[in-house]
Structures are given as structure tokens and as C-alpha cells.
């Protein structure tokens, strides 16, 4: 039996999916799976259909011109079709769909998923928004103390990479008077043995994140309270009377804690990311039900691609619709799930919601800085800096050097698609998003995307990795490198000792690839500027994405630096560095070329202790 087959009832993705006959328009009553879900499972199946892709990723690649690829991919799966009805005729096979399975991996589509949603007309939602606009404007101005608001507010993720930079605006901002941060207890183990070293409580994480976050002046310090929680657990695991506490002074919960690993199984994701919701949805819940609270409302941090692979239409913020070429992975899946439990507690409940969707985040947009985050977009700069330290500087002989060489050719390869697009926006655009929110009650109900209008194609990302690190990355067709490429390559890595560079690039083309194929969503944008009247001007992504790959390589040594003391150090030294640079050159520090960085850098740092000169 299937480890998916054995889950938990209240875990069944039909609790929010249902699967339904293309052909009669029922619903069909077949169990569905997770795994059912996700895009890995509905390719390289049969030879024939990687092929396929191959084909349509070279087409692509010559053309340019996605929606041709996909006309052709269609008349060729029509062709095979026809094929196999003729061939099923001649060889007396009454059903043609087994020899076209058979023969060229393709299967009629029967059915297609969509979410099981509330019924309600546009005319109740609308009535309902406008109630709740109401009732969050009324509250605002009850928060408000000598002509300001004075916000109270609870943080979920506070220690993690988004959240430290709402604690870091938040400090600054004289309209928030008091932000707890419900923090879990922190397990610390030998890393070679496993054996637990020592376990850090929620304070002693608190104090941690203030120093580092250069807050631990008592000015700034004062705003913030550290409590012990869990959102895992119901009341996200709070004490009695912390519960109570907050109950009488809480405006606001910002939800921005989740598992955000793109290849943790199923139910991890699930507990992290869709109970995590549902235990801090009921509790502003009940926030907003208790007499005489000062509640406002509840933020939900989402992700824009709750959208998954939506190939055809633009991804819109008003709603969520099952995408039909599937998800990337658990954690995709489990936040449109939690995003679905959301629209529930504000249609059903009438929660004063409003639900922020970031795209892929990176570092600060002036200077890159990201405290230490090594996730998502950071990895593979970081793994393949590494992979040109490790393989660029070979030592032994002539033969081993040569055979060092060609292999670190082969290691800088990545799945993708010159013209695929991602979505990438810095950390400080999206929480100047999250602490507006706060402020406006315009925004209940509503889907806010926080993204780019001005996405990066794969070639611009490798042409900036060229130039800022040195690392020629070359795009490689993505059917090819999962199915041959990269098992040769990890094979070819243990055969000269660096199998742990060989574990990380295969983790990173199977974690990391799915968002470097054609086919990648484009998200609307706009309610960010119309709604919470961020700046029209987004940050520039080329300019950003070039901080990080200078941020990465300089204070992290590509992720190499791991101590987090020492990364708030660095970053510090870094900020001036970079300020002082846009004092020199008059513009952003992005916009200078590489060579001049690196000039600028070898008058200014000493790198090796990481100090100013
Ligand atoms: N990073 C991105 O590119 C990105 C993009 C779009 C949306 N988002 C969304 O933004 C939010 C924050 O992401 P991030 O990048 O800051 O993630 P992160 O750096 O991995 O931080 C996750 C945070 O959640 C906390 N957390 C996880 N499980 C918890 C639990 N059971 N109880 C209490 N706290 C728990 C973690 O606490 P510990 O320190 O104890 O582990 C940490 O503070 C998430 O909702 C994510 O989906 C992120």
C-alpha cells in the first residue's frame, strides 16, 4: 500500500478537490491521491512522450513562441491518435486508447480537477466586502491614539526570512505600538551526530532576533514580545493566559509562518502549512467574536503560486482556480489548500481577512541583504558558486585537472528554458505590502498579489550569474537532464570524491527545475499599487537579482558563512558599503556595472576578516 493511500481523513485533497468527467460533467467518485496533483506524475512516462518534450523544448528554444509550441504538442497528440485508431482497426483492438498508451505514451484527458468551493453569488461577496470595509474602517479609527493608529499586533514566522523584515519595518513604524512574535522552541543538534546540543526557548530567540536585526536599543526593543507557540497545534498552542491577554489588546494577526521546503512530502506540508492556517484562522476567529475586542484583521501570507502551472490565462488575483497543468509540489499545493480554508472563514465566518500573495522573494532590492536566508531562488546561486570554488582550482595531475574541468562544465548546467519567466520580488517590496495592509480597510476580502511586473526569462538570470560570479550556467533541455544528464553527472561527481556537490545539483534540477520550464504562470499585478497604495514604480528585477548574486558571493561566501551573528555582522558592514557606493555613483548600486563593483569592493572591504578598509 502507498504511503499516500494511509492519510489521515481530515488530510484528503478531496476534502478540497474534487475530480470531474470532462466528458458527462459529473463528478467522479475516484479517489485522489496526492501525488495525482502535481506535475512530476504526469510526465516521462514513455519514451515517446519525452521525446516529445525534447522536441517542443528545441521548438521553443528556435521560435521563441510558446502558444505555437503548445498548438503543435496538441496536433501531435491528435496525430498520435488518429495513428492509433488505424493501428488498434488492423490489428483488431477494439479499444485504440490502449495502443496509443501503448505505443506513444499518450492518454485521452477524461477528466480535469477543480476546487470544491462555497456557493455564493457575486452579488453576496460584494455586499459582504463592503460590510467588512465597514467594520475595519470603524475599528481603525478606534485604534487610533492621538490622531495615529497605535496597532497591536501578533506575528506567526517571526524568525524566518520574511518575518524578520516585518519585525524590521514594523520597528520603525510609529503606527504599530506592539508586535508579539509567537515563536516555537528551537532544537539544536550536532550536525555530525544528530545528538541534541542544546534547545533555545522562544526568549532566548526573541533576544537573538533583535540583536541581529540591529533592534536591541531599548527604543526599539521596547515594541517587541516574544511568546511561546506552535501553529501546529489548536490556539497555535498558546498559554491560557497569554490567550487572554491578547484577546483584550490585539488589532491584528499577520500569519506569515509556513514549511516553505519544495520537497517536503505531503503531510508535512500539510501540518505546516494548511493545519498552521486553520488554527490561526480560528483564532482570530475568535478574536473577532470576543466582546469588546480592539480586533481589526487577520493577514494571511500566501504565495502567488497557490496559481501553480496555469499556462494559458493570466493568474488573477480575485480567485483560485485548480490549475490545469498541476502543481510544482507539496508546498504550492498545501498553500492553495490553506488559501481555500481562507475564502471559507471569510465567506462562511466573515473573518476580516486580507490574503497577501508574494511571488519568489529575494533580498532587499537596494543592497541584496537577507539575513541569512538560503532558500528558493538563493540555492542554485549558491550551490553553483560553490561547484566553480570547488572545481575551478583543481589540483593533481594533468590528466585529474582535465577531468576536473570537464566535469565542472557539466556541473554548471540547468534545466530550463531560455524564455522562461520567474517572478521575482525583493523582501522589503513585499512587507512595505504587508504593513500597509494593516492600514487599510479597503483590502478585506481581498487577493493581493506581491510581484513584478518586470519578470526575468532564465537567459537574463544566467547572463548576471555570468557576469557577477563568474559561472557560465548553460540552460539544458529540462526532459533531457532529469531523464540522462544528471544521473550521469552524479555518478561522475562520486567517482572524484564530491558527492555532496553531486547530491546538491541533484536536488536542485529536480526541486528547482520545475520553475525554469516553459509554461510558467505570468501573475496579474496591480491591486498592490490601486488598493494598498504601494509606489507604481516596482523595484527593478535585473538590478536586484544582480544584489543578490553580489550579496550571495561576498557576505554568505555562497552559503558558506552560516552563523547568523556573523551574517547581521557582515550585512551591517555591507549596507554601509553599498550606501556609500549610491552616494558615490548616484543611482543604485545594481546598476553598476560588475567590473566596477568589484573595483569598488577591492578599494573598500578587506574580505578577509569582512571589515571596511
Ligand atoms: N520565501 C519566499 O520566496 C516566499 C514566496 C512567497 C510566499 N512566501 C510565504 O511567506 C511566508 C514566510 O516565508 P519565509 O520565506 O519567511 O519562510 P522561512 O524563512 O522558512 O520561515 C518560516 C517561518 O515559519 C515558522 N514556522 C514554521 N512552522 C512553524 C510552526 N509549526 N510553529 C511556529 N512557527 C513555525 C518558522 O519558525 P522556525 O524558525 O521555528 O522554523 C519560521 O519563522 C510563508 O507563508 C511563505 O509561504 C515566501
Known amino acids: 500500500m502507498?504511503?499516500?493511500?494511509?492519510?489521515?481523513?481530515?488530510?484528503?485533497?478531496?476534502?478540497?478537490?474534487?475530480?470531474?468527467?470532462?466528458?458527462?460533467?459529473?463528478?467522479?467518485?475516484?479517489?485522489i491521491q496526492p501525488k495525482n496533483l502535481l506535475v512530476g506524475n504526469h510526465r516521462d512516462y514513455h519514451l515517446a512522450d519525452v521525446q516529445a518534450r525534447r522536441f517542443m523544448s528545441r521548438l521553443l528554444k528556435a521560435t521563441g513562441d510558446e502558444e505555437l509550441v503548445r498548438e503543435k504538442m496538441k496536433d501531435l497528440r491528435e496525430r498520435g491518435h488518429r495513428a492509433s485508431e488505424m493501428i488498434a482497426k488492423a490489428i483488431g483492438q477494439r479499444d485504440p486508447s490502449k495502443v496509443s498508451k501503448a505505443l506513444f505514451g499518450l492518454k485521452r484527458k477524461e477528466y480535469y480537477f477543480r476546487y470544491r468551493k462555497p456557493p455564493v453569488s457575486h452579488d453576496e461577496i460584494d455586499a459582504l466586502l463592503a460590510e467588512m470595509r465597514e467594520e475595519a474602517a470603524e475599528r481603525l479609527a478606534a485604534a487610533t491614539v492621538d490622531g495615529r493608529p497605535a496597532l497591536r499586533v501578533l506575528l506567526t514566522g517571526g524568525t524566518g526570512f520574511v518575518g524578520q523584515e516585518i519585525m524590521w519595518q514594523a520597528a520603525h513604524d510609529d503606527d504599530i505600538a506592539e508586535m508579539v512574535v509567537l515563536i516555537r522552541p528551537k532544537v539544536i543538534r550536532d550536525r555530525k551526530t544528530g545528538e541534541v546540543k542544546e534547545t533555545l526557548t522562544p526568549a532566548d530567540r526573541g533576544e537573538a532576533l533583535l540583536r541581529r536585526l540591529w533592534l536591541d536599543t531599548p527604543e526599539l526593543a521596547d515594541k517587541f514580545r516574544f511568546v511561546a507557540g506552535d501553529v501546529e497545534q489548536p490556539h497555535m498552542g498558546l498559554a491560557d493566559d497569554e490567550l487572554e491577554r491578547l484577546r483584550a489588546s490585539l488589532t491584528h494577526l499577520i500569519h506569515c509562518a509556513a514549511s516553505v521546503a519544495f520537497d517536503d512530502p505531503y503531510e508535512k506540508s500539510f501540518r505546516a502549512n494548511v493545519t498552521g492556517t486553520l488554527n490561526a484562522l480560528a483564532f482570530s476567529h475568535s478574536l473577532q467574536s470576543a466582546e469588546d475586542s480592539p480586533f481589526i484583521a487577520h493577514l494571511g501570507i500566501e504565495t502567488s503560486y497557490i496559481h501553480g502551472r496555469q499556462v494559458k490565462i493570466v493568474a488573477r488575483e480575485e480567485e483560485v482556480v485548480f490549475p490545469r497543468n498541476f502543481y510544482n509540489n507539496y508546498y504550492e499545493l498545501t498553500k492553495a489548500m490553506a488559501s481555500i480554508e481562507t475564502e471559507r472563514f471569510i465567506v462562511e465566518k466573515r473573518l476580516r481577512v486580507v490574503e497577501l500573495c508574494p511571488a519568489i522573494v529575494i533580498g532587499e532590492s537596494r543592497a541584496g541583504n537577507n539575513r541569512g536566508d538560503a532558500k528558493v531562488v538563493n540555492a542554485p546561486v549558491n550551490v553553483f558558486g560553490r561547484a566553480h570554488q570547488a572545481l575551478s582550482k583543481p589540483k593533481g595531475t594533468f590528466v585529474d585537472r582535465s577531468s576536473a574541468a570537464m566535469i565542472a562544465k557539466m556541473a554548471c548546467v540547468f534545466p530550463g528554458d531560455p524564455s522562461a519567466e520567474m517572478n521575482l520580488i525583493p523582501v522589503d517590496r513585499v512587507v512595505a505590502g504587508i504593513v500597509a495592509a494593516l492600514k487599510k480597510p479597503g483590502a478585506m476580502g481581498r487577493r493581493i498579489h506581491l510581484g513584478t511586473d518586470n519578470r526575468l526569462k532564465s537567459q537574463d538570470i544566467t547572463e548576471i550569474v555570468r557576469e557577477e560570479i563568474g559561472v557560465d550556467v548553460k540552460l539544458a533541455d529540462p526532459t533531457l537532464h532529469r531523464n540522462v544528464t544528471l544521473p550521469v553527472l552524479t555518478k561522475l561527481l562520486a567517482g572524484v570524491k564530491q558527492e555532496r556537490l553531486g547530491n546538491a545539483l541533484e536536488k536542485l534540477g529536480s526541486i528547482f527545475g520545475s520553475y525554469t520550464e516553459w509554461g510558467q504562470p505570468v501573475h496579474e499585478v496591480g491591486r498592490?499599487?490601486?488598493?494598498?497604495?504601494?509606489?507604481?514604480?516596482?523595484?527593478?528585477?535585473?538590478?536586484?537579482?544582480?544584489?543578490?548574486?553580489?550579496?550571495?558571493?561576498?557576505?554568505?561566501?555562497?552559503g558558506q558563512v552560516r552563523d547568523l551573528d556573523e551574517i547581521s555582522r557582515r550585512e551591517k558592514i555591507w549596507w554601509d558599503f553599498c550606501m556609500d557606493?549610491?552616494?558615490?555613483?548616484?543611482?543604485?548600486?545594481?546598476?553598476?556595472?560588475?567590473?566596477?563593483?568589484?573595483?569598488?569592493?577591492?578599494?573598500?572591504?578587506?574580505?578577509?576578516?569582512?571589515?571596511?578598509?
Open 581 to 613: 557606493l549610491e552616494g558615490l555613483t548616484g543611482g543604485p548600486v545594481g546598476a553598476v556595472s560588475a567590473e566596477e563593483f568589484q573595483r569598488a569592493i577591492a578599494e573598500s572591504l578587506d574580505l578577509e576578516g569582512f571589515v571596511h578598509k
Open 2 to 31: 502507498s504511503k499516500e493511500k494511509s492519510l489521515p481523513p481530515e488530510l484528503e485533497p478531496s476534502h478540497y478537490i474534487e475530480k470531474v468527467s470532462l466528458v458527462t460533467g459529473e463528478v467522479l467518485d475516484d479517489e
Open 528 to 558: 498592490d499599487v490601486e488598493i494598498l497604495g504601494l509606489s507604481p514604480e516596482r523595484p527593478n528585477t535585473r538590478y536586484a537579482f544582480r544584489m543578490l548574486c553580489r550579496h550571495n558571493r561576498y557576505v554568505q561566501d555562497f
